[in-house]
């Protein structure tokens, strides 16, 4: 079975400046998806990055990108220039194949300061 | 832009009552998903639908949870009876189909058992 770790409860940051927020998991499988999805406070789940593990190129989107370590299981994220939307549950997942469930990291709760 | 809709978004009931879920997924969404998530946890799989057939329910506590897609569209999850434990936030998510990895996450009902 995989496992997904957040080590980080919560952290916050100040609004410009850059945040990196860390995800492990655990599996035996050689290819696979890992995904960060943003949860705003009552807002639905949206997904914000995803990386596939068979491409060595980190993904990015905008403002933010990954830090995939196939060898170590590490997927971090990182998020340039918050902004006080940024503000949110964060979850770092891993899906085993295309169509299967989810398996998420107990979260991250970022908060942007102004 | 298409959404997943789901309803009610809170549910409050009491112990040994019976409550229902509705999940109406993006149009053309083959693959559909429920998820439950506990307060300060990240979503865990219940059950997933391909059409209108079960993929996996390996995690559905079948003794008091069942779930349905009749016609392969909109979905059902049933508690009967509830238990104090199964106070959570219930998210219905869609894909494509099987073979892609992108889910769509509905806003979630959040059920509260007295």
């Known amino acids: 079975a995989q496992t997904v770790t957040q080590s980080q409860p919560e952290m916050s940051v100040q609004e410009a400046e850059t945040v990196t927020l860390s995800c492990t998991y655990d599996?035996?499988?050689?290819?696979?998806?890992l995904f960060w999805y943003k949860q705003p406070p009552s807002r639905q789940m949206i997904l914000v990055i995803r990386?596939?593990?068979?491409?060595?190129q980190n993904a990015t989107e905008n403002r933010f990108s990954v830090n995939f370590q196939k060898a170590a299981k590490s997927f971090s994220l990182k998020i340039s220039d918050s902004q006080l939307g940024d503000t949110a549950m964060y979850f770092c997942?891993?899906?085993?194949?295309?169509?299967?469930?989810?398996?998420f990291g107990g979260g991250t709760r970022l908060m942007v300061k102004p | 832009e298409a959404e997943v809709a789901q309803s009610p978004r809170y549910k409050i009931t009491e112990k040994s009552q019976a409550v229902a879920f509705w999940c109406d997924p993006i149009?053309?969404?083959?693959?559909l998903y429920w998820y439950r998530q506990i307060l300060g946890q990240g979503p865990e799989l219940l059950v997933q639908?391909?059409?209108?057939?079960?993929?996996?329910d390996s995690q559905l506590p079948k003794d008091r949870f069942s779930a349905e897609r009749l016609k392969g569209v909109d979905s059902t999850l049933k508690i009967q009876p509830a238990e104090l434990g199964d106070s959570a936030m219930y998210l219905c998510?869609?894909?494509?189909?099987?073979?892609?990895?992108?889910?769509?996450f509905g806003p979630g009902t959040r059920l509260t058992v007295l």
């Open positions: 998510a869609s894909s494509w189909t099987e073979a892609h990895n992108e889910q769509f």
């Open positions: 599996t035996s499988e050689n290819n696979y998806y």
């Open positions: 990386q596939e593990a068979y491409k060595q």
């Open positions: 997942a891993f899906m085993k194949r295309a169509g299967n469930m989810l398996t």
């Open positions: 149009s053309g969404h083959a693959t």
């Open positions: 639908f391909q059409d209108e057939s079960v993929v996996d």
